[in-house]
Nanobody
Framework: VQLQASGGGLVQAGGSLRLSCAAS????????MGWFRQAPGKEREFVAA????????PYAYSVKGRFTISRDNAKNTVYLQMNNLKPEDTAVYYC???????????????WGQGTQVTVSS
């Protein structure tokens, strides 16, 4: 599986962005998809994940109620809608594919290249 993330950019605090992650391959629908982020000098952290059906969608506490993960299996794409963005959301955002719904980055097998999100105060 190859993953291509896009949609990052510069936005003011309180604004919104939608990230997309396009996947290659015919087995996209069988993968759990996750979003992670990494700020400078910090470890990569879990943001959200979604199982194949979309019924299991855990979120990090810091983004719950502001971010929404979704997927379109027909388009081989997973999305991350980010609302009410805060300066502390600034990071490189990565999408990842795995087998199990989990928050650990080491449990995901495939990674996209990352897209920069910068939130100004």
């Amino acid at each position: 599986v190859q993953l291509q993330a896009s949609g990052g950019g510069l936005v003011q605090a309180g604004g919104s962005l939608r990230l997309s992650c396009a996947a290659s391959g015919r087995t996209f629908s069988s993968y759990v998809m996750g979003w992670f982020r990494q700020a400078p000098g910090k470890e990569r952290e879990f943001v959200a994940a979604i199982n194949w059906s979309g019924f299991s969608t855990p979120y990090a506490y810091s983004v719950k109620g502001r971010f929404t993960i979704s997927r379109d299996n027909a388009k081989n794409t997973v999305y991350l809608q980010m609302n009410n963005l805060k300066p502390e959301d600034t990071a490189v955002y990565y999408c990842a594919a795995g087998i199990v719904v989990t928050t650990g980055p080491g449990d995901y097998d495939y990674w996209g290249q990352g897209t920069q999100v910068t939130v100004s105060s």
